[in-house]
């Protein structure tokens, strides 16, 4: 051990999450996560990530200074609470990590994936576990975000912090095409391979025609 | 049943039938056979394992840790008995223009222009295991579509000789559904008839769709028809509530789950019945097989390599080899007799049987008018002001516009059923990890360096929450006919798996009028999408230069650019490679799915239907399954002159 305890592990990454030291506790997959992150970014190189993704969390401008490099094993972990999942990492950091791992996407454990966070984002279970019981596909779901929780706990929190890349916060209307992802283009691509989509013709065209008009 | 016997138990021993394959169609035939009191040797090339409880809890976990949830994912590959898996296809980045744009790394041999995306499960239950459990029967007008429409083959029997055994086979299978919209389609004609269980409840998607559109009006521009649509329910071969007026008002008792005794429980609603329903609620064929009489022995690991002919134009039994470990195939060869075989161990395996035993072939089409459903898969954001849909919830679909399946529009282009999905963009683009991953920005961009932009925290949570929230999928089940090109072939020399049988060459694409089918889909899905207010987020332009699977360029008039991208799925509907029919020249088994060249060899399932409609084909290859059962039980009889043998009543225990 580097001196990371889980319950400091926890804490950090429930500003990663957006979700409660609670919810975080309660996959019971805080040990595991830190193991898993701590061996596909390598020991040494993982206690420089993590100095790092804490100096950034408590900066005004938030992950945007972290490198790029670390900015990926940020994400890699924040995917790996939402999905169970250590994702495949940008070619670039992966080099730049000097991995001895295959740069593929790998299920942490059967039960990693049961208790993946994504799931509860939309008030749903993991697809082959936690059954809510007969007939209740039929039952409207409760609205998002139902975040409230999670909000007011970080509501101190300075505007943008979690958002690279972008000032505004994402319109949740007119959702950008580059935050979601395009088909999988076969089965064998793993989720986090998926590119994003591709900005749509006739959306393209509008914004041509706006263009011209101004 | 009494457990699996070993390969040798079954040497050199003569039965009255031996059945290859253990999947619906073999398990329903020796069901049958075996409660006439029939000594039945049914040998499975693949293994078994999950007919018990432990084994299906491996299944489940194997399931659980798959990155790729795909059907055969909680089953271990075998090298003896290889299986397709949908993770063999890849697509080619950048292709050259007329060159195919995809590999296959697999055990089929794929040599056509467009990709055979279909795959099938060789284990105890065999794709059964792995299957969704839609059940909806086959249109009247669907048997005759070359008389009525001018595509695709007729059928020597139509809807009407089939109702019986559909009612037979549901009630075998355990049926849930709603017989009055069924009898509203005129798929079920029997004015008295109700399913063993009420309907599975339709979802909130559906409720919503229907609140959405349902009545509206949507014109299809390749048909140059306009329809007006409303949901209908699915038929599912899924546990629900017992029907107390079913069979007269005698009711139905549900079959629970195999390998644990007194468990059993209706769908609970775990949202992966493909692959693998963990309260089995979801229906397979070891139900069936666990009510095996005494006399039916069930073998597996015994890949039949082929049929050995007898005298005259009879066959006399079956060559087949025996492994240990799957993952090491040396093998053993053994023989077993019987007065009867049936072949039962899929279409595309039927017909490489049948072609490396070089029998049945006078007609030349054994192998040929191989047939799917080729899925165009739709995907869209629903208006934000409605909130959650509540996708990834409950089976995989509980509804259906049915409107594009039926009516003179079939003669322009192939019809198609749309299934409204309940498991958000899953198929699509692998939702809901996928959306993590292009939400946060991991993966690299195309040319491998970390993206610039990316969400966290709790911007991340409220954006996967709504943005997942949303997601509506439609499943556009297009009718491909039968066309002699799509074909099975075998090269014995070329292409052998690990223990040495021959494996399947395909060659397969998709006919204009299929093509044309898969267009009026896209359009019309668009059109939904648009009136109900939601935003149509399918696009199948390359990627990167990275086609999706299946991808195809089509033609049109109207669009800007003269043309536009298409691509379909596999549905996993094998289909056609001994079609029947009443002429032996150009049919290989009759209405029986009896051989016509050979009087006691049988090639039964989806390879014997002409054509698939766009039902989903399992409840009709049931229905001529029970059909074929008589049939088979009737030619026994006579070879055994009036003696026919007495049920058992006391099991025998075969030794394991």
């Known amino acids: 051990m580097t001196g990371i305890s889980e319950q400091e592990f926890v804490r950090t990454c429930v500003r990663l999450t957006g979700f409660t030291e609670y919810d975080l506790y309660g996959t019971g997959m805080a040990g595991l996560f830190l193991g898993t992150a701590r061996d596909q970014v390598g020991e040494d190189r993982f206690a420089v990530f993590w100095a790092a993704l804490k100096k950034a969390l408590d900066d005004p401008q938030g992950l945007k200074t972290l490198t790029p490099t670390h900015l990926e094993a940020a994400r890699a972990l924040t995917y790996l609470w939402y999905t169970g999942a250590w994702p495949r990492l940008a070619p670039a950091a992966h080099a730049e990590l000097r991995r001895q791992q295959a740069n593929t996407e790998f299920m942490a454990a059967p039960a990693a994936y049961t208790e993946g966070l994504v799931w509860r984002t939309f008030h749903g279970h993991p697809a082959g576990a936690k059954a809510p019981g007969f007939g209740t596909w039929a039952a409207k779901p409760p609205d998002v975000p139902a975040t409230g929780e999670a909000q007011e706990e970080q509501a101190e929190e300075p505007a943008g912090a979690y958002r690279v890349g972008m000032e505004e916060p994402v319109a949740l209307d007119e959702v950008p095409h580059d935050l979601l992802p395009a088909f999988r283009a076969s089965r064998d691509i793993a989720p986090s391979e998926v590119p994003t989509a591709r900005a749509p013709e006739a959306d393209g065209a509008a914004q041509q025609q706006k263009e011209v008009r101004a | ?656």
């Open chain 2, 1 to 656: 049943m009494n457990g699996t016997a070993a390969a040798w138990d079954a040497d050199r021993r003569r039965y009255d039938a031996i059945i290859v394959g253990a999947g619906w169609s073999g398990s329903l035939i020796a069901e049958r056979l075996g409660a006439k009191g029939w000594q039945v040797l049914v040998l499975e090339a693949g293994n078994g394992g999950d007919e018990t409880w432990e084994g299906h809890l491996d299944a489940v976990r194997t399931f659980h840790s798959a990155v790729a949830k795909v059907p055969n994912s909680p089953y271990r590959r075998n090298t003896a008995a290889p299986s397709p898996d949908v993770l063999d296809l890849a697509p080619v980045r950048d292709p050259e223009p007329g060159k195919p744009e995809f590999t296959a790394n697999g055990y089929l041999v794929q040599q056509g222009a467009l990709p055979y995306g279909t795959d099938y499960l060789r284990a105890l239950g065999g794709t059964g295991m792995h299957w969704l459990g839609a059940v909806p029967r086959m249109h009247a007008d669907d048997f005759g579509t070359d008389t009525d429409y001018g595509y695709g083959r007729d059928w020597p029997i139509g809807a009407e000789d089939l109702q019986r055994h559909y009612a037979e086979a549901e009630r075998a299978m355990g049926v849930a559904g709603d017989a009055d919209e069924q009898r509203k389609l005129g798929v079920v004609t029997d004015p008295d008839y109700v399913y063993p269980m009420h309907g599975i409840p339709q979802s909130h998607i559906d409720d919503y769709c229907q609140k959405r559109v349902g009545g509206h009006e949507i014109h299809d521009e390749v048909a140059g028809e306009t329809y007006t649509i409303n949901i209908t329910g699915l038929p599912q071969a899924r546990n629900s509530t017992p029907d107390p007026r079913y069979a007269g008002g005698a009711g139905y008792r549900p079959k629970g789950a195999v390998g644990l005794a007194n468990y059993g429980e209706r769908c609970v609603g775990n949202a992966s019945c493909v692959p693998i329903c963990p309260v089995q609620a979801r229906s397979t064929p070891l139900r069936i097989q666990a009510g095996f009489s005494g006399s039916v022995t069930v073998a597996t690991r015994s890949v039949v390599t082929r049929v050995l002919r007898g005298r005259g134009a009879y066959v006399r039994g079956v060559e087949y080899r025996t492994y240990g470990d799957p993952a090491t195939p040396v093998s053993r060869s053994y023989t077993a007799e019987a007065d009867v075989v049936v072949l039962a161990a899929h279409a595309i395996e039927n017909a490489r049987l049948l072609l490396f035993s070089e029998l049945a072939n006078g007609s030349d089409q054994v192998g040929r008018n191989l047939m799917d459903h080729p899925t165009m898969v739709a995907w869209g954001l629903t208006a934000e002001a409605d909130g959650n849909i509540g996708p990834f919830r409950g089976p995989g679909h509980t509804s259906g516009w049915e409107e594009f399946r039926f009516g003179d529009a079939r003669g322009t282009r192939a019809p198609f059923r749309i299934e409204i999905g309940n498991w958000g963009w899953g198929w699509a683009n692998g939702a809901p990890m996928s959306n993590v991953a292009t939400a946060l920005g991991v993966g690299g961009d195309a040319a491998g360096e970390v993206r610039d932009k990316g969400i966290f925290g709790p911007e991340l949570r409220r954006f996967l929450g709504s943005t997942i929230g949303r997601q509506l999928q439609l499943q556009c089940a297009v009718e491909q006919a039968a066309d002699p090109e799509n074909r099975v072939t075998i090269d014995p020399r070329k292409h052998r798996d690990a223990m040495g049988n021959p494996r399947p060459v395909i060659a397969y694409d998709l006919d204009e009028h299929t093509r044309k089918g898969v267009y009026a889909a896209y359009l019309v899905a668009g059109r939904i999408f648009a009136e109900m207010g939601a935003q149509n987020r399918t696009d199948f332009r390359p990627v990167g230069g990275l086609p999706p699977l299946g991808h195809f360029v089509y033609p049109t008039d109207d669009s800007v650019d003269g043309e536009v991208h298409l691509a379909y799925h596999g549905a996993g509907h094998g289909a056609g490679t001994h079609v029947m029919g009443a002429d032996r020249s150009t049919s290989v088994v009759d209405s029986h799915q009896r051989t016509h060249d050979h009087p006691n060899l049988y090639a039964v399932g989806c390879g014997s239907m002409p054509s698939i409609g766009t039902s989903n084909p399992t409840v009709t290859m049931a229905a001529l399954a029970l059909r074929s059962a008589e049939r088979i039980h009737q030619d026994l009889a006579e070879l055994h002159g009036a003696v026919l043998p007495r049920p058992r009543t006391q099991k025998t225990e075969v030794p394991a």
